[in-house]
């Protein structure tokens, strides 16, 4: 799928729901194992050379967390000398390492991230569903999906070898994401944010429109929620701690996110606000007026 639409949020999800832990996830990024020599940094270095006693990094992690979800991120960026070394593991599930140690792969689930093909999705980003005005009406959202997803298939079938793709048990494309999901999803950021408020003793509220403004900011189909992330940042999470600073916020208080003017802003909740007014005013009274 293209950047930006979850595809390792989704291991992590998987990790906790399958283990009880989001931490339970070994990532691997591909990146950094783009040359032919950096193979052997997975199963260790050879003897004799610098690092052979501290095993292999994908070796290591495994046999000490044999219950994870393998993340191998971003994989058509490795050598390809590396995808020989996953046949092994996608087949038997066992690899050995440069110290002769059998690791055990078959308590855990293997995923493979990749953007080979996401340019098929991305330019098509307004077809499915992102502007009602562009949209073909003779061709229904299905099967415009379809043929992306035929074309995204061909060109990982000319990236990666038969025998690699063989032993795959499910290729899943993502869909690009649309304006509800963003919506939705700022949602969960906002809740995530609003239990780190919580530990300083601050409750987080939040109007309907304020969440869809910055939904709206934070929405650009070709970079997916990555860029909602930054304008969570930038408008809430900064805000909030400016003021905390500042000392409008404290403990016991609850921040509200609202729109005024066109432009999100943090307000301390009106309730109570006014509560610290109306007391005096009861103090006051004599008992007889009570």
């Not at 639409?5 to 950094?32: H, P, Q, W, Y």
């Not at 052997?40 to 004799?48: E, H, V």
């Not at 393998?70 to 490795?78: G, P, S, Y």
């Amino acid at each position: 799928g293209p950047t930006g639409v979850g595809k390792t949020e989704l291991c992590k999800t998987l990790a906790e729901a399958m283990f009880g832990d989001e931490n339970a996830m070994v990532r691997i990024d591909m990146s950094e194992y783009m040359e032919k020599h950096t193979v052997s940094r997975l199963i260790g270095s050879p003897p004799g050379y610098v690092g052979h006693e501290e095993g292999g990094q994908l070796t290591e992690k495994v046999r000490r967390k044999p219950y994870s979800v393998v993340l191998f991120d971003e994989i058509e960026k490795a050598h390809e000398d590396v995808w020989n070394i996953l046949l092994q593991i996608l087949e038997d599930g066992v690899v050995t390492d440069s110290q002769g140690r059998r690791v055990d792969f078959k308590n855990t689930v293997i995923v493979m991230t990749s953007n080979v093909g996401a340019r098929n999705i991305t330019a098509d980003a307004a077809k499915l569903g992102f502007d009602s005005k562009e949209k073909d009406e003779t061709e229904s959202d299905e099967a415009r999906f379809a043929r992306i997803r035929e074309a995204v298939m061909t060109d990982l079938k000319h990236t990666f070898r038969p025998e690699f793709l063989n032993r795959i048990d499910e290729i899943i494309v993502f869909r690009q994401l649309t304006q509800e999901n963003i919506v939705e999803i700022a949602r969960r950021m906002l809740a995530v944010t609003g239990k780190r408020m919580a530990q300083q003793g601050i409750t987080l509220a939040m109007d309907d429109d304020a969440v869809e403004a910055l939904a709206k900011d934070g929405f650009d189909p070709q970079y997916g929620a990555r860029p909602l992330r930054r304008a969570i940042q930038n408008q809430v999470e900064d805000a909030v701690a400016e003021q905390m600073l500042e000392g409008q916020l404290k403990s016991g208080d609850t921040a509200r996110i609202c729109l005024r003017d066109g432009k999100v802003v943090i307000a301390k909740d009106a309730a109570e606000a006014a509560a610290p007014a109306e007391t005096p005013a009861e103090d006051a009274k004599t008992p007889a007026e009570k």
